[in-house]
């Protein structure tokens, strides 16, 4: 079974840092990505990753501050936030998808979905 299974959300100061972790099995994936949505707004990009780690792409919103990273052996994802803003809470959802493309930015990108976890930053 293909399953994502995020951990790492919690409750952080403005300026501090958090660390998203997205487990995956049942099969491995060309493009790994991270989304957010805030309530009442629509799902958006964050960062996304290629398989050979060479292809990374940052949000404006969140570049300099926010790393991606993958490990293939473990098949896993991380996102690291630091100098985090009350702007960056939301849900964030690790995604996947398994064809090679060069640019997924869009949720329609991408095939599996993690369930989400909650990122709350507090001024």
């Known amino acids: 079974q293909v399953q994502l299974v995020e951990s790492g959300g919690g409750l952080a100061q403005a300026g501090g840092s958090l660390r998203l972790s997205c487990a995956a099995s049942?099969?491995?994936?060309?493009?790994m990505g991270w989304f957010r949505q805030a309530p009442g707004k629509e799902r958006e990009f964050v960062s996304s990753?290629?398989?050979?780690?060479?292809?990374?792409y940052y949000a404006d919103s969140v570049k300099g501050r926010f790393t991606i990273s993958r490990d293939n052996s473990k098949n896993m994802m991380w996102l690291q936030m630091n100098s985090l803003k009350p702007e960056d809470t939301a849900i964030y959802y690790c995604s996947a998808r398994t064809s090679a493309t060069y640019y997924a930015i869009k949720p329609s990108n991408y095939d599996y979905w993690g369930q989400g976890t909650q990122v709350t930053v507090s001024s």
């Open positions: 049942g099969r491995t994936f060309s493009t």
């Open positions: 990753i290629n398989w050979s780690y060479d292809r990374i």
